[in-house]
């Protein structure tokens, strides 16, 4: 192993960690389960949550389908599959393994 | 008519507890370990060690950032460029610390707040928000820890795989690798689904199309912030909840 890479290892590595760390920290004692006074800062945070899902769903599809058209399809049929047991079970598990199992064969069987 | 028990306190939710994060986690450690596999594969591909390799994932931890790390790496660039670049990328997870806490109801413990903090990745700050969004009340750092250290080990395990097996055993099963890289966004669009409200319509559209014009703009992180932004500016424009109104 280089030296160069424990370095690395350890000075990003514990950057990450102080950024996810310290925010958390902060406001940690007394006053938890406080919400923020001012509304405007409480609404940002939250939307903040869902926002961040909603651009990690498109960083992490729209470049693969994208890149490669025939994914489109199958892509299509695992978000439809996913959305339709989630309604019925309210399952992340179910409804995330039954998208993935509908987008496996849906490629497989249906060459586009 | 009152019922026997009308006029005592509701019965309070039990706690989520750690096995319970550990069958919750599923998703993310089904997805982790071909994102992993390919890490691996790919840093021992660029000259590195299968230790190197295992090194960078069990203390950087952060996907995405860690394939440009070695890349950077890999092409010459000054050590320290390609940390702050690294640093740069992964900077937005100071905005998730303020959403949970935000969220979080209950006093956190120090020692367990600083052992989940370390997992807090995309997919875990999602995993949680979902949690919280469907009932704060449930929410338990014992599951939180769970959650993300399943989530590390199985980035780590599929690491060590990845750079152990050097070349790819799903290349003759295209269906399973694809169903397997599907594992992520599926997952994004899980979480969505259960952490949405519809009052927050209008912090989803600008969110999806800030992350679209990101990414056609630009780049993936900063479609991400791009992202982030447009939810930011949907939840200042949409109408007042009532109890905003009564807090202001």
């Known amino acids: 192993m280089s030296r160069d890479i424990v370095i690395i290892s350890l000075v990003v590595g514990l950057a990450n960690y102080l950024f996810r760390y310290m925010p958390l920290r902060y406001r940690a004692s007394p006053r938890n389960g406080e919400r923020y006074h001012n509304r405007y800062i409480s609404r940002i945070l939250d939307g903040i949550g869902i926002a961040s899902i909603c651009a990690l769903l498109v960083v992490s599809s729209v470049p693969t389908v994208l890149h490669d058209g025939h994914k489109l399809i199958p892509t299509l049929a695992g978000f439809a599959l996913l959305i339709f047991v989630f309604y019925k079970t309210r399952s992340i598990v179910m409804a995330t393994l039954a998208g993935a199992l509908c987008y496996g064969l849906v490629f497989k069987f249906f060459a586009f | ?248």
Not at chain 2, 43 to 60: A, E, Q, Y
Not at chain 2, 74 to 101: C, E, F, K, N, Q
Not at chain 2, 166 to 185: C, I, R, W
């Open chain 2, 1 to 248: 008519m009152e019922t026997p028990n009308s006029g005592l306190a509701p019965t309070p939710l039990a706690q989520a507890t750690f096995s319970e994060g550990c069958f919750d986690s599923l998703p993310i450690v089904i997805g982790y370990v071909p994102v992993a596999f390919a890490f691996g594969m790919n840093t021992v591909r660029l000259g590195f060690t299968p230790l190197d390799s295992l090194l960078l994932s069990c203390l950087i931890y952060a996907g995405a950032s860690q394939f440009v790390l070695t890349a950077l790496i890999s092409a010459g660039t000054s050590l320290w460029i390609a940390a702050l670049t690294v640093m740069a990328m992964d900077v937005r997870h100071v905005l998730y610390g303020p959403t949970l806490r935000h969220y979080i109801q209950r006093q956190l413990s120090g020692r367990k707040t600083a052992l989940w903090a370390f997992g807090l990745t995309d997919e875990v700050f999602a995993a949680a928000i979902a949690k919280l969004n469907k009932d704060s009340r449930r929410w338990s750092e014992n599951w939180m820890l769970s959650v993300a250290l399943c989530s590390w080990g199985s980035w780590v395990m599929g690491t060590a795989m990845g750079a152990l097996c050097g070349n790819g055993p799903l290349d003759a099963y295209p269906a399973v690798e694809g169903a397997l890289s599907f594992m992520l966004p599926a997952l994004f669009l899980s979480f969505l689904l259960s952490a949405f409200h519809r009052r927050q319509g209008l912090v989803l559209a600008l969110a999806l199309t800030g992350a679209l014009a990101g990414l056609m703009l630009a780049s993936i992180p900063m479609a991400i912030l791009a992202g982030i932004g447009g939810g930011c500016l949907g939840a200042l424009a949409s109408p007042v909840k009532q109890t905003d109104r009564e807090q202001s």
